[in-house]
């Protein structure tokens, strides 16, 4: 499991913000680069967050 206690509150809560910051990264480089967003865009988002969340769960073993 992911553990108990605060450690695993703040691994879990550090998880959500590089999984955002990841997010927030491409999408504001897309829009620069291709002037907006697809569908293809969108997914690329979505598993740039998953991953950049799990890298970081994954090294707080």
Known sequence: GLGEGPGAVVRLGA???A???GAALLL????????G???D???GIEE??????LVV???GR
């Open 28 to 35: 504001r480089h897309c829009v620069r680069r291709f002037g």
């Open 37 to 39: 967003v697809t569908g």
């Open 57 to 59: 769960l994954a090294l």
């Open 15 to 17: 998880a959500v913000v």
């Open 41 to 43: 865009v969108f997914g």
């Open 48 to 53: 740039t967050a998953a991953t950049a969340a």
């Open 19 to 21: 999984g955002a910051a």
